[in-house]
Every structure is written in C-alpha cells, then in structure tokens.
C-alpha cells in the first residue's frame, strides 16, 4: 500500500524561532478520491517566509503544513481533471493532495516551465508586478530600490523595474547575493547591508534620490530608504522581513523615524500591498510576465533543494537570508 | 512722519520654546514707493502654527516675522494697483509693506470677506481641501476623522468633509472645542482627546473603522487612527503639531507603531501632503469652497486678536493649542 510522507507542525516555535523540531514527518495512507476529488501527485513544493506568521494562528501542533505546489494528477473523480494534468495547487507539505477542483489554482499548459508558477508567475511574481507596476506605478528612467532583493519577491521586483527601464539597486545580505544581483539578474548596483553604513551606501549608490522604494523588510533598511527619497516618491510597503512576528495588542514596534514628517516635506506615499487585492490585474500581469520570460528578458533564479524531508531546513535557511531567489523543494 | 510699527526676531527660542522674549516690536520709517512698486497698509494677518518650524532657519534674529496679510494699496507705482485696492500678500507682522507686483499673492474682488482669504480660501483652505479632496479623495458615506479639528485647516476639513456627505469625527484638545465642532460646525461627532484613552475613544467614535484620516498632529493621536483604519483606507500626512521641532540629523523621533505592517495588514496609503504642490487645482478648490461660503453650507469659523502689538501672545495661544478656527490679528 503506499505511502503519503507528510510533514505536520510537531510543536509551534518557542520564543519565536522555528526550528527543525518545529516540525515532524508522518507517514500517512494515500487518500482514495471520491467522485468530484482529485488525487494528485506533488512535484515542487514553494518554501517562503509568510509560513513564520502563521504559526500559532492558522497553523496549530498537528496540522499539515502549508504550502503552494506544483502537482501532477494521478487519479480524477471530476470531469475537469485527467490523469497526467499538471496543477498548481495549495498541496501542503506532502506527497500525495486530495483536492476538490475548486481548491485548485490552476490546470497548466503543460509540466515544461511549470515551476514557473511557484516563481514569476506565482504569488511571487504577482506580488512583485503589483507592487512594482500596478501600485508603484515605476515609470523609465526611474531610480528604484529594493529590499531583500535576492529574495523570491525582490530579485523578481528588481528585475521586472529593470526591464520597465528603470535604475535599479537591490539592497541584499551578503557580498554573494550583490554579485548575483549584478552579474547575472542585470541589477545596476547592489548594496550588502551587512556591511557599512546603509544611509552611506544610498546615498552613494543613489545620489540623485529615490523614486520608487520597494520595501520588503521594513526596519533599519526602511528608514535609510526614506531618508534617500525624493521629492514625491513613492513606497511600496510589500513584507517586513525584519519584524519576524504578527502584531498584537501587546507587541507592536515603533514605526521608522521620520513618518510621518518627511511624508509631509517631499510628499512621499506609503502604500500598503496585499497582493491578492489585485487579483482583477493578475491576468494581466502574468501575460506581460510570461512575455518577459519568453524573450529572456527574466531571468529565471530559483534555489532548489531535494526531498520532502529537507522542507524544515529550506525554511530555515529561507528565514535565516540563505536563499537566492525562489526557493523551491523537489518531490519527486 | 507716518510710523511703521513691525515686529522683528528679537532671540531664537530658547529650547524650542516660542516666548514673548522671542520677539520685539520696532519703529520703522513707511517706505516710499519707487516706480515698480506697491505700498500697501496691512489690515490683517494670518497667524499660523507654521512659524514654529522656520524659527532659526528662514527666520534668524533681526528679521521681520514673516505672515501672510490682507492689506489695503495706499500708494502705488505700478499701473496693475490702484489706491484703496484690497490685496493677498505676505506683509509679515508690520503695518506698511512695501511689494513688488510679483510678490502680490492676489488682488481681492472688494474689502468685503476679505478676511475668508486667510482662512477658507487662502492656504489653511487649499490644504484642507487638497488634502480631503485632491489627494484623500473623500466619498459620500465614508467615515473621516480629523485631527486637530478645531484648528485652522482641522475645522474646513471636517467642515468640507460633511459637505461631500462624509460621517465626521473631529479629535481636538477640550470639551469647549468639542462643542464648536458639533453644535456649530456639524461634526457629528467630537473626541477630547485629553480625556479617557484616544484609542477607545475612537473605537467608541467609528466602531465601523476609519476610510479617511486628515492627520494634523502625528503622535498618539496617528498610533490610535492606525489601529482603526479600514481596510484600504487613507491616510492623509498634512501636519504634525505633536513634533514641534524640525527633523535634523541627529532628532528624528520614532514613527507611528503599526507601520508598516499595519499599512500591509490592512492596504493603507498614507499620503504626504504639500498643498503649494497642488497649485494647479487651485482656482477649482477656491470656486467649490466659494461656493459654499455663498449657499452657507461652509460655517466661517474666526478667532480674532486686535492689535500688532498683541500678535506674539496669538502665536503663542495657537501654538498652546488655545485656537478655535482661523486665527487672525487685526491691524486696524
């Protein structure tokens, strides 16, 4: 009888940090699908960072883990799935998802390019064009910074902003993330704020000013960025890396200096992104994506790693900055 | 030989503290015009919390206090003015100016209403009117909270904001103000916030949440209106009177908790405002808010001192939070 390796939360991380024994992997029956069920098999499971805010709110001890995945049908009940379809679909962290079609994304072309939809045309990428294009409005010519550029949301941000014919400087953790983002995704500067002075190194590497600032950390990085910001600039606040936990009554940090005074003197706009707002845009987002994709204009960067049983420390390494770009675990 | 009576810098506040010792009060020869020029007698003058912040660095001992005025031509040189003419102009705190014609902010239909272009249709209405209108972009039925409500622009934008058929909670500093703002204004509803906690306070106020919020102080009184935003709501930055001071490099004090995760959170914009920025929708703002001063729709709200002499002490009541309206000194 086969087997459904599956990965639960064992215990929710003490003092906030998640650690390998976070997490523990059962082994399950594969499902049997009832009519109007899917049974589909997980190919390519996407690691991101949101898992940590939801630990102790919709992830309890016991539960499935979650996650986005790439899955290949094995068996269908419902007349809109065959066997051999390739879907997007939220799987979990697990061998075998039994879904209902309306749980299901999307069918996909084909299985060729489908990690893309973990990627570029997935919750990452949409996020990224949003924020960038639908929201951030980035215009040629532009000076636009990033944060956690290397990351699956930043180094696609970046990217798509140099496309648009923006200048574009990523700021990342780690001199080998600043060579990735020039040598191989076309950033027009990196800075590592790990080392020296962040303020310095806008100001150096954007003398002229900021107009766009694509916020994924929130934090120090925020603050440096603001004070580089022009006159009628704009910040796309995305993720807040830096603030590993969700706000409660008891716990909410102080916000960057200088808000709201220098919103006020350069007349500066912070906009909130939650993507999936925009979902009335995606179809056009993932078009002009896949144009870019197909051209080369993209460059495709992801961060594989192999087996189910690796999931916990991909995600551990993800939080901890290790990743280059769309972090991914292979099933299969 | 006519007198000019003007009040200068005397000393730089001292601790950031505006007193009388700040300023003095100086005999000056009225100017003769020379050809190209107006000489214009001041009749009235706006007295405005924005001296505060350019004491030390547009305002330096010795100067003139600079003030916007209403002010009546007694000579002129220039063939665009006539004697006895009514003009906007920034006459500073002295009795006889005298301008150039490009310096003359606008000639005034008559001496009538006059005093409105300090208040409603000069800057503290422009500002209220970008900032609810052109940026805020106020709806009917959306729920809008102002603050410093009772102050200059505070009491237009809450009064604009119930003309375009907003719920409107004005948060101001005493119960007296409170009153004016709901008996006089039509504020349906009025928070002190120097009693009980603002944040319950506004929970209480708009349990439903906040579409807009017209920032004037920053501080306590923004943490609270964060919490209690909508979702996808606006916040207008127009003013800080909470942060007397000037940022510096080495002063800038901590933002506003919740942001930016709550701005995620929640899709908030928060928008800085710059009302000169806005000088092309002017002549539109000026003919709506017209227009409502003549239907009476819009209350006039004055709060009037007679004498240059007692100009300091108006400064610094308004600046202690004693103004209710549009704070003007009367020349004669």
New interface residues.
């Given amino acids: 009888m086969p087997i459904n390796r599956r990965i639960v939360i064992a215990n929710l991380p003490q003092g906030g940090e998640i650690s390998s024994s976070t997490f523990r992997m059962e082994d399950g029956e594969v499902p049997q699908p009832e009519p109007g069920t899917v049974l589909c098999r997980t190919t390519a499971i996407f690691v991101g960072s949101a898992l940590r805010r939801v630990m102790g709110s919709y992830l309890q001890p016991g539960m499935l883990v979650m996650a986005t995945g790439v899955a290949r049908v094995v068996a269908s009940r419902d007349a809109s799935f065959s066997e051999g379809d390739t879907v997007l679909a939220p799987t979990g962290w697990q061998e075998y998802a039994l879904l209902k079609p309306s749980q299901i994304s999307a069918k996909l072309p084909s299985a060729d390019n489908a990690l893309d939809y973990l990627g570029p045309l997935g919750g990452s990428g949409l996020a990224a064009y949003h924020g960038l294009v639908t929201v951030g409005r980035v215009q040629a010519s532009e000076v636009v910074v990033v944060s956690a550029a290397a990351g699956s949301v930043g180094q696609l941000a970046g990217q798509f902003a140099r496309i648009k014919g923006a200048r574009v400087i990523g700021v990342c953790g780690g001199a080998d993330k600043v060579d990735v983002l020039t040598a191989k995704l076309g950033f027009h500067h990196g800075i590592n704020y790990k080392e020296g002075n962040i303020q310095e190194e806008l100001k150096a590497g954007c003398p002229e000013g900021i107009d766009l600032y694509f916020?994924n950390t929130?934090g120090p990085i925020?603050e440096a960025a603001l004070l580089q910001m022009k006159r009628?600039g704009r910040i796309v606040?995305?993720?807040?890396l830096s603030?590993p936990h969700?706000?409660d009554s008891e716990h909410?940090?102080?916000?960057?200096?200088?808000?709201?005074?220098?919103?006020?003197?350069?007349?500066?706009?912070?906009?909130?992104?939650?993507a999936p707002?925009l979902a009335a845009e995606d179809e056009k987002a993932r078009n002009e994506i896949r144009a870019w994709l197909e051209s080369g204009e993209l460059t495709r960067l992801v961060d594989i790693t192999h087996g189910l049983e690796n999931a916990p420390a991909s995600l551990i390494g993800n939080l901890a900055g290790g990743n280059v770009g769309t972090r991914i675990v292979m099933l299969e």
Wanted: net charge neutral.
């Fill in positions: 916020d929130s925020l009628g606040c995305c993720g807040r603030e969700d706000y909410v940090p102080a916000g960057p200096r200088g808000v709201p005074g220098l919103l006020i003197q350069r007349r500066i706009s912070m906009l909130g992104l939650w707002d």
